[in-house]
């Protein structure tokens, strides 16, 4: 079995809600993304220019439930995508952030996308629906 990430930190919540450690970027092989949160200079450039990242109105680093434009458009867009194709909820995630705190929610997400082979406990990709360390396909 491999050894407990850190990944269940707060760190890895994107402002938009999404926990970034089962974001196909993060888990890159090749360039991978540090997480929404790192410096930009250690992001790829495609990941630097993020219209939610760059909000004036973030509060405590996540979108503002109490903005008067939330949801904004770039949110709204966002979470058809992610509901649509990734079977998760960014605005339910703010709002469970709002609710109960980063790290519940960071640590409810950690284990949501754990690997369900209990030899294995790598992440299962949101994007792929597959496990970044075996490989294995998730279903649904």
Known sequence: ?????PLNTTDLLAPCGPWGGACSAFLGKRNPCPG???????????????TIKRCERLRNG?????CPETPCHALKLLE?????KYHTSPTAN?????????????SAEK??????DSDCGGVVCMHT???????????S
Do not use: H
């Not at 079995?1 to 990430?5: D, L, R």
């Not at 058809?80 to 649509?84: F, G, I, P």
């Open 1 to 5: 079995p491999m050894p407990p990430s």
């Open 36 to 50: 929404c949160n790192a410096p930009d200079e250690s992001k790829p450039p495609t990941r630097v220019v993020c």
């Open 62 to 66: 996540f979108c503002d439930p109490e």
């Open 80 to 84: 058809k995508r992610y509901t649509t």
């Open 94 to 106: 703010l709002a469970a952030i709002q609710q109960s705190g980063p790290q519940k929610v960071a």
């Open 111 to 116: 284990e949501r996308w754990t690997c369900p």
């Open 129 to 139: 629906a597959a496990c970044s360390v075996c490989g294995r396909e998730i279903p």
